[in-house]
């Protein structure tokens, strides 16, 4: 079975500084990769994805991912972030030859941005 | 567009009791899945459906069970309820992609068993 490890629980950062929030998964099969972002009391946005192509992937508000099959790696980094960046990020994977949308989970990473 | 709408929001209820949610998704998506998100599990897979039909099913007891209407909203219920049950349920639409899985989330119906 699929599984997915966000190596960091907590992230704590100040404003303007890089981060990277990393991801590993365990399968070999095929797989589409996600990062998504949840806010206090809120459900969950996409934040980027990567289904094919380019292994850089970026998302509007300045976050990128960089797919790494031979590590089996999808780490999303920023290099500066902002208090609003304060939510949970959870990676997650979803088997390609799978046909359903059934998402598997990291158990996610809380980013704290202080001033 | 509106986005998934997940009602109700807040509920308390006692154990034994039954509960369900009802989840509206985005107009024109098909897929419809629903989510547990508990602090030591996390986020967890229960069901999708997609035009009536369970199409994929996660590791939960017969308790959990769900439906799609033909309009596509769907509903999921809990019964027998146990204290292990409170948690955060979401919903999600897809009309992408089949296995592409660009999920739409609700904000979640909160479920708090006493």
């Known amino acids: 079975a699929q599984s997915v490890t966000q190596l960091d629980s907590q992230v704590p950062v100040f404003e303007e500084a890089p981060v990277e929030l990393r991801c590993n998964y365990s399968?070999?099969?095929?797989?589409?990769l996600f990062w998504y972002v949840q806010y206090p009391n809120q459900g969950l946005q996409l934040l980027l994805k990567y289904l094919s192509g380019s292994t850089l992937v970026e998302s509007i508000n300045g976050f990128e991912a960089e797919f790494n099959k031979s590590q089996t790696s999808f780490h999303l980094r920023k290099p500066s972030v902002h208090i609003s960046d304060t939510a949970e990020y959870f990676c997650a994977v979803s088997d390609r030859s799978g046909g359903y949308n059934e998402l598997i989970f990291g158990a996610g990473t809380r980013l704290a941005v202080h001033p | 567009k509106a986005g998934v709408t997940q009602t109700p929001r807040y509920l308390i209820k006692t154990r034994g009791q039954q509960v369900t949610l009802s989840c509206s998704p985005i107009s024109g998506h098909r897929s419809v899945s629903w989510y547990q998100q508990t602090p030591g599990q996390g986020l967890q897979f229960l069901f999708e459906y997609f035009s009536e039909t369970q199409r994929n099913k996660g590791n939960f007891p017969g308790r959990f069970s769900g439906r799609q209407f033909s309009n596509s909203r769907s509903e999921m219920n809990v019964s027998t309820l146990e204290l292990g049950d409170s948690a955060l349920y979401l919903c999600?639409?897809?009309?992408?992609?089949?296995?592409?899985?660009?999920?739409?989330f609700g904000e979640g119906s909160r479920l708090t068993v006493l």
């Open positions: 999600a639409s897809s009309g992408g992609r089949m296995g592409a899985g660009e999920l739409f």
């Open positions: 399968s070999s099969v095929s797989v589409y």
